[in-house]
């Protein structure tokens, strides 16, 4: 990715990513249909990235794409049940345009699933 203020560098995170899990440029460029020198140009930064791209990045390394895209200057934490160690919450400092887009989407999502489960629950206490 360019040098611009606005773009996160995740050159870092998708080496160690692939390094992690064994897999050479080649593979990965074969995985995203890109050659392995654009590959290489992501991993340095040198190079953009799509958003189908990364999408794609996300699934093969079973990462969410908030947390690939994360510059440390977001925190995005979720408990369990069983946690009350940690805090359940977003801090965030100067985040980008597209993450605000992707966090809001997010909200968008679990919205939908809480009605979906209130439904259900309403199903059940008339059945009780």
């Known amino acids: ?15 160690k990513l692939r390094v992690n ?10 995985t995203l249909q890109i050659s392995q020198k654009t ?8 190079s953009s990235i799509s958003i189908e791209n ?3 990045i996300a699934e093969e390394f079973n990462v969410d794409l908030l947390e ?10 979720y ?10 919450g977003v801090v965030n400092n100067n985040v980008s345009e597209e993450l605000i887009i992707q966090l809001k989407e997010r909200i968008e999502d679990l919205k939908i699933i809480i009605d ?3 439904t ?4 059940l206490e008339k059945l009780l």
Request: charged share 30%.
């Open 21 to 30: 899990k064994g897999y050479s440029q080649e593979s990965m460029a074969e």
């Open 68 to 77: 690939l895209l994360s510059d440390g200057k977001v925190i995005v934490q």
């Open 79 to 88: 408990n369990t049940a069983n946690d009350s160690s940690t805090f359940n």
């Open 54 to 56: 990364l999408k794609k």
């Open 1 to 15: 990715m360019s040098n611009n203020n606005n773009q996160v560098k995740i050159g870092d995170k998708l080496r």
């Open 39 to 46: 590959y290489s140009n992501m991993e340095n930064d040198k």
């Open 116 to 118: 979906e489960k209130s």
């Open 120 to 123: 259900k629950i309403s199903q």
